[in-house]
């Protein structure tokens, strides 16, 4: 097999977890589920390697209306419906009413992901937090956890939680930051989701991060099809593979696989109040 072509192939499914995990962050379309047998084939193998629940969230109302749905099709799955910063440039009242709907879902459990991207050049800053003032609001409204993705506007994304009134229960979706921001975070009451690039032996600051993170404020996620974890980054991400993100955190932290593992999904299960859904 050439190089490119194990580039494109999907890690080993590994040893099983000696707990259940949950991914709390996942895209199941993006990896290329569209019918209940792709969800269910996708999820089997996440149960196998010990990740039993998964959250796939929506990054456009097409995606959203997926989610719903495809969290109807297992009782594994989860569903988060938002607009994806990136998408907000054209955000009008047709897809505030479809998400509105949505949000109320009892299979939804959580409004995300939404927040700021100054990355990219999508959609410009102020598109973006108009949608995201309204994505706090709907969370509240429908008392749901808000999921925010964060990149590149941290002081943004503090400013206008602040302005706004956080929601009761905040998830920082592929924490992004360094130490002192996850300080700040953990001052707050936010929830901080670790993916694969906490595992990025060049992440320094990430990983110092996730070593000082409370277990009651940390959850574990794969942000599949992205963000394999180390020492499969650039290859194909699944729900399983938070196996390996687990794994590679405990040994950071200090602590047994074991322990973790029972820690980040009770902290996800509280989170996502996951035994109402």
């Known amino acids: 097999m050439s190089k490119r072509e194990k580039r494109r192939e999907l890690p080993p499914v590994p040893e099983a977890l000696p707990a259940a995990a949950v991914d709390a962050h996942t895209h199941l379309d993006a990896c290329g589920a569209k019918t209940p047998e792709d969800v269910r084939a ?20 097409a995606a959203a209306q997926w989610a719903v749905e495809a969290a109807t099709w297992d009782d594994r799955v989860f569903a988060a419906v938002a607009l994806h910063p990136t998408r907000t440039k054209d955000f009008d009242d047709a897809d505030r009413q479809v998400l509105a709907q949505l949000a109320e879902h009892p299979r939804v459990v959580a409004i995300g992901e939404t927040g700021l991207d100054y990355y990219w050049d999508y959609s410009p800053p102020q598109p973006q937090q108009e949608a995201f003032r309204w994505h706090i609001d709907l969370a509240k409204r429908c008392g749901k956890p808000l999921m925010i993705h964060d990149r590149e506007a941290h002081q943004d994304v503090l400013r206008i939680l602040a302005e706004e009134g956080a929601p009761q229960t905040v998830v920082m979706h592929c924490f992004s930051g360094d130490a002192a921001f996850a300080r700040t975070c953990v001052d707050a009451g936010y929830v901080l989701s670790f993916a694969g690039t906490a595992t990025f032996r060049n992440a320094g600051e990430l990983r110092e991060a996730a070593r000082l993170v409370p277990v009651e404020q940390l959850v574990v996620e794969t942000d599949a099809p992205f963000l394999t974890p180390h020492p499969f980054r650039g290859r194909p991400n699944e729900p399983y593979c938070a196996n390996y993100t687990l794994r590679d955190l405990a040994e950071l932290r200090g602590v047994t696989l074991e322990e973790l593992v029972v820690a980040t999904t009770a902290t996800a299960e509280r989170v996502f109040r996951l035994d109402q859904a």
Do not use: K, Q
């Not at 999820?43 to 109302?61: L, N, P």
């Open 42 to 61: 996708m999820v089997d193998r996440a149960e196998a390697a010990g990740v039993g629940r998964v959250v796939t969230v929506a990054d456009d109302i």
